[in-house]
């Protein structure tokens, strides 16, 4: 399958632990998006990213929130000390290019904070 | 006034009957507009891409864009109790020049057998 590969899929933390996500894109793609959504809300993106570099982050939270996309490996998003409001589906989507724009999702990371 | 709005429904049609979804935005230079299904729990899919004026047919989805009226709308053909998901419009943010897209809030369509 060269889909985009997410994991965990879901994932369980308490309150002050951190999140890490993972994201393969698919096959080819060298961009990489992250997006929010939020019980009840759309998605809402958070940070692009190519390989060691953030391209834009205006999406991210200004605190406890990062991300990267090393040389070798997945994309990383990196949650510290979660909160209750951080409680959401992650998505991951990657891209061939950016000029189409065409993003293509992966299955998703649901975090909960207990 | 929200970037990209939609009706969120839910629109509810018979099983056969064309189903219509529609979507406006507000930065007059969008230049590429995106339909994603997403079913409950599931990831988005992307279903259609559209970017010059007109019609864009694939399969029983067409995809309509009026860039003059900021107006891009879904239909949907034939209706499937399948095809009943959460529809996303999303607009790329062209100021971004970074592939940002911007979603609205999604349809719910339901189709009845």
């Known amino acids: 399958n060269a889909g985009v590969m997410q994991n965990p899929r879901h994932l369980v933390r308490r309150r002050g632990q951190e999140a890490r996500l993972r994201c393969s894109p698919m096959k080819g793609h060298s961009h990489v998006y992250w997006y929010r959504q939020l019980p009840e809300e759309g998605l809402k993106f958070m940070v692009y990213l190519q390989k060691e570099n953030i391209i834009d982050e205006s999406g991210m939270p200004k605190e406890r929130f990062s991300a990267e996309f090393p040389k070798e490996g997945p994309s990383i998003l990196r949650i510290q000390q979660v909160v209750r409001g951080d409680s959401a589906a992650y998505f991951c989507?990657?891209?061939?290019?950016?000029?189409?724009?065409?993003?293509?999702f992966g299955p998703g990371t649901r975090l909960t904070v207990t | 006034q929200k970037e990209v709005e939609q009706n969120s429904g839910p629109l509810s049609v018979p099983e056969g009957a064309i189903a219509s979804l529609n979507c406006t935005y507000s930065?007059?230079?969008?230049?590429?507009f995106f339909w994603y299904r997403q079913y409950s729990g599931k990831s988005p899919e992307l279903i259609m891409s559209?970017?010059?004026?007109g019609d864009k047919e694939d399969g029983r989805f067409t995809a309509q864009l009026n860039k003059a009226s900021q107006y891009v709308s879904l239909l949907i053909r034939d209706s499937q109790p399948s095809d009943s998901a959460t529809y996303l419009c999303?607009?790329?943010?062209?100021?971004?020049?970074?592939?940002?897209?911007?979603f609205g809030q999604g349809t719910t369509l339901q189709v009845k057998p």
């Open positions: 989507a990657s891209s061939k290019t950016t000029e189409a724009y065409e993003q293509y």
């Open positions: 930065d007059r230079v969008s230049q590429s």
């Open positions: 559209i970017y010059s004026n």
């Open positions: 999303a607009v790329n943010v062209p100021s971004s020049n970074t592939g940002k897209l911007i």
